[in-house]
Antibody
Framework: DVQLVESGGGLVQTGGSLRLSCTAS????????MHWVRQGPGKGLVWVSR????????SYAESVKGRFTVSRDNAKSTLYLQMSSLRAEDTAVYYC????????WGQGTLVTVSS | QSALTQPPSASGSPGQSVAISCTGT?????????VSWYQQHPGKAPKLMIY???KRPSGVPDRFSGSKSGNTASLTVSGLQAEDEADYYC??????????FGTGTQVTVL
């Protein structure tokens, strides 16, 4: 079965950094585009970032460009999101999702940015 | 990139149909056949219901269907059932390797 498990969320101060991980299993991780999507408390889904299987085609939403870095380790079947210069508005549940259709999603990890 | 516009809420009685619209621009919904729809129950991760405008993943009931006309995509749920009560989000490719989601619609089964 396809599984995606996010980890690394938590409470961080404004301006701080955090690295999220998404560990995949049940499919050939290295051939799939992967996405990060976030959802603020009581709010809608927002696309954050996308990376191809080789890790050399990357894109970001304007709201996180220059502050967030997506990467992957195909040997470990793990996707990462390095977040820095965090702001209160980055508070959200962060989901990883498989493929451009986002056919499978993890359960999400909560990031809270507070002063 | 602005969010795609969806009605905040929609409702119907069991057995009826409900349609949810998703309005964008020629730079997203109207420009590509890469519109997908997601169902999200409270506290749960989203679930893919429709992709590439009209395609249904295996396991999704055929009561769910998608369409597109110009800059507006639609999701129709026929034969509403209690378990269809959830939030629904559309999403579209928006060019330059970017994507955008809709504002979300809360569907209530009366």
């Amino acid at each position: 079965d396809v599984q995606l498990v996010e980890s690394g969320g938590g409470l961080v101060q404004t301006g701080g950094s955090l690295r999220l991980s998404c560990t995949a299993s049940g499919f050939s991780f290295s051939i799939y585009w992967m996405h990060w999507v976030r959802q603020g408390p009581g709010k809608g889904l927002v696309w954050v970032s996308r990376i191809n299987g080789d890790g050399n085609i990357i894109s970001y939403a304007e709201s996180v460009k220059g502050r967030f870095t997506v990467s992957r380790d195909n040997a470990k079947s793990t996707l990462y999101l390095q977040m820095s210069s965090l702001r209160a508005e980055d508070t959200a549940v962060y989901y990883c999702a498989r493929s451009d259709t986002r056919d499978y999603w993890g359960q999400g990890t909560l990031v809270t940015v507070s002063s | 990139q602005s969010a795609l516009t969806q009605p905040p809420s929609a409702s119907g009685s069991p057995g009826q149909s409900v349609a949810i619209s998703c309005t964008g621009t020629s730079r997203d919904v109207g420009g590509y056949n890469y519109v997908s729809w997601y169902q999200q129950h409270p506290g749960k991760a989203p679930k893919l219901m429709i992709y590439e405008v009209t395609k249904r993943p295996s396991g999704v009931p055929d009561r769910f269907s998608g369409s597109k006309s110009g800059n507006t995509a639609s999701l129709t749920v026929s034969g509403l059932q209690a378990e269809d009560e959830a939030d629904y989000y559309c999403s579209s490719y928006a060019g330059s390797n970017s994507y955008v989601f809709g504002t979300g619609t809360q569907v209530t089964v009366l």
